[in-house]
């Protein structure tokens, strides 16, 4: 019986997502004075910042000489309903006079507000977001398996799940038998990963880069400085690039550093999330050869995310599509074709994707760019 490299047994992974939200308060029915609006000096004193108050023409003549204006008689503040302090002028028995609605309370809706906003902030509101839902499946040692799904259906997370970087809130899963949260220490001397945003000391050339990789990894540091060469060449990547800092190189190359990075180690599962996202055709193929090659010479395990279907297409053995955290089929790509083809037409694994997950690729993209800030 063949060797399962990967075990992943209805893993779930489920975040909560802060929800920005303003605090506002329900209009006021009632006018309040704050202390600033009291009389002083003889002069109504309006808000900060909301200008002064006018004079009440309606006022008696006395009420006049004492400096009884509107921002003692007649004005007031209030909350709309965006949650802001207006000034607003009344005349005494007015519809909106403090007088016709009682001088109310100081300080209440404005310490109903204050309430409010620190509540927002000390417990802000969250959304509960299911990334992985109860996801079942096996990989068998050697295989090369695909994972496609639209951007934030949660392949992502689940290659961190399988790399121990997130760890799971059910469910078990478990890399050539070591569980990846008991055993997380074993399991990453087994793996390596290739992320779409790689991770690097920009500063330092590629070679110093692969170095201090190798070192992490008690690798020969004679060793690894030939065979970084070795796979960089194989990967198209000139040796004299090699020793440029790495905020020198475009995107692209410095995508195959990362690859290279990966494969340095001769992991015994290779994760490979979106590898080729930033590379030009020819730069794709080779880093696709090269990835068939050391799985034929070193029987490597390959877990593969992509949103490149012909990709997908020529290197996995398998394919799952997954949407909303749930695997939503899964089967060798020429089954998953077969399987809507009619009539004998042409069917891609693109219309399979289209099909099962009701999302064009090309949205897919669009979304991703979208979300890529």
Same mark, same amino acid.
């Given at each position: ?8 047994? %209805? ?121 992985? %839902? ?70 330092? %050339? ?76 020819? %730069? ?90």
């Amino acid at each position: 019986m063949q060797e399962m490299a990967l075990e992943c047994i %209805s893993a779930r992974k489920v975040f909560y997502i802060r929800k920005e939200t303003r605090p506002t308060a329900k209009p006021s029915t009632e006018w309040y004075a704050s202390p600033g609006e009291r009389d002083v000096g003889g002069q109504a004193v309006a808000h900060a910042g909301a200008g002064r108050a006018e004079p009440d023409a309606h006022a008696g003549a006395g009420e006049r000489e004492r400096g009884a204006g509107v921002g003692s008689a007649c004005a007031g503040v209030r909350c709309n309903s965006n949650g802001c302090l207006d000034i607003r002028s009344a005349c005494n028995g007015g519809p909106d006079s403090r007088a016709s609605r009682g001088t109310g309370t100081n300080g209440r809706h404005r310490g109903r507000l204050a309430v409010s906003r620190a509540v927002a902030t000390l417990f802000p509101k969250s959304v509960r977001v299911e990334a992985v %839902s109860g996801v079942t499946f096996s990989v068998k040692r050697g295989e090369i398996f695909g994972i496609l799904g639209p951007n934030g259906s949660g392949k992502s997370t689940l290659i961190r799940l399988i790399s121990t970087l997130l760890l799971p809130d059910e469910g078990e899963i478990r890399v050539f038998g070591h569980d990846v949260v008991r055993e997380r220490f074993a399991v990453r001397r087994l793996i390596n990963r290739v992320s779409v945003e790689a991770a690097f000391f920009k500063k330092l %050339s590629a070679m110093e880069n692969l170095s201090y990789a190798a070192r992490l990894y008690d690798v020969d540091i004679r060793w690894a400085r030939e065979r970084a060469i070795d796979i960089l060449k194989r990967l198209g990547f000139s040796e004299s690039k090699a020793y440029e800092p790495l905020e020198d190189l475009s995107r692209g190359m410095q995508q195959k550093v990362a690859v290279a990075r990966a494969l340095l180690t001769s992991p015994v599962l290779l994760l490979l999330d979106e590898p080729t996202t930033g590379l030009d055709p020819v %730069s794709k193929r080779e880093v696709q050869d090269y990835v068939l090659e050391v799985r034929g010479s070193h029987d490597t395990t390959v877990i593969l995310t992509t949103h490149d279907m012909q990709e997908a297409d020529r290197l996995c053995d398998r394919v799952a599509i997954i949407d909303q955290g749930r695997f939503v089929a899964l089967d060798t790509p020429a089954r998953l074709k077969a399987g809507l083809a009619k009539n004998g037409e042409t069917v891609t694994l693109e219309d399979v994707f289209f099909t099962l997950t009701g999302k064009a690729l090309k949205e897919s993209r669009l979304e991703e760019e979208d979300y890529s800030d």
